[in-house]
């Protein structure tokens, strides 16, 4: 696509953001981020190893960063203390990388942002150098708060993280989209590629998913139409939809000149 999204002042051609869990092995994790085309991965820092044991394999040699650009992740942390210190860890690992997805969740069931600990977290990652993507609630004044603190995106889930269950609030995320001037990705809770559609229908700047690709029964295939779905919607709101015409209909063809009047 010829439009490009920047985050952090470096521009990307894809707008899928990937996660590398849960697939069978590395060797799907990179088939499927392939067919994808993204290329900003996201690894939760607590779940992958990405050097914290040199005995084990590493995501590293699947996926080299000279390739991707990752996207180290505070998956499973509850706390703002724990989601900094664990990116923490991810910035000495990964030589002092700075891009990173904050995520602070309220309770192990919902897996729901807890939003107070995720402000708190993000101002002192920013005040320490980090650039950071945070995923936050569908709430408009939040996310404007996480703009206002120096965050580099805002990631509004569409509903509960691996639920499948896309976008339950398209209003929210179109009030966080007017709300903030940096990148509003959707995550969490995309199903499939028309629900990757629709965000970006609405004007979102781009999707991050991991479960609706990793848990489809063939998830190289699927993400090969996440990829579409993404670039099918990112084109028709560019394009600019008709207006709704409620109970108003409009023949498709002209109705001037017809033959025999």
């Known amino acids: 696509m010829d439009d490009l999204l920047t985050i952090a002042g470096k521009s990307y051609s894809s707008r899928l953001l990937v996660g590398t869990g849960k697939y069978k092995d590395f060797a799907e994790t990179r088939a499927a981020i392939d067919a994808s085309g993204a290329e900003i991965v996201t690894v939760a820092i607590r779940r992958t190893n990405i050097g914290q044991d040199p005995n084990a394999p590493s995501l590293l040699d699947a996926l080299p960063p000279s390739r991707f ?5 505070t998956a499973g942390c509850y706390t703002a203390d724990d989601a900094v210190r664990t990116l923490r860890l991810a910035r000495e690992l990964l030589d002092d990388h700075r891009l990173v997805k904050l995520e602070v969740l309220g309770d192990p069931h919902t897996l729901f942002p807890n939003m107070p600990e995720t402000l708190k977290a993000a101002a002192v990652l920013v005040k320490e150098g980090f650039e950071v993507m945070v995923y936050c609630a569908d709430d408009p004044i939040q996310a404007k708060m996480l703009e206002d603190i120096g965050c580099v995106a805002v990631m509004p889930l569409a509903s509960l993280i691996g639920s499948g269950m896309g976008i339950l609030n398209p209003w929210n995320v179109q009030l966080v989209r007017d709300a903030v001037k940096v990148p509003v ?41 996440m990829k579409k779905g993404v670039e099918a919607g990112r084109e028709a709101w560019l394009a600019g939809r008709m207006p709704k015409k409620f109970y108003t209909a409009s023949p498709s063809s002209p109705t001037s000149g017809l033959i025999g009047s």
């Open 69 to 73: 650009t990752y996207l180290p992740n």
């Open 185 to 225: 990705l959707v995550d969490a809770g995309v199903g499939t590629a028309s629900d990757a559609a629709i965000a970006m229908e609405l004007g979102c700047d781009g999707v991050l998913m991991n479960t609706a690709i990793a848990l489809a029964k063939d998830p190289v295939k699927m993400a090969g139409a």
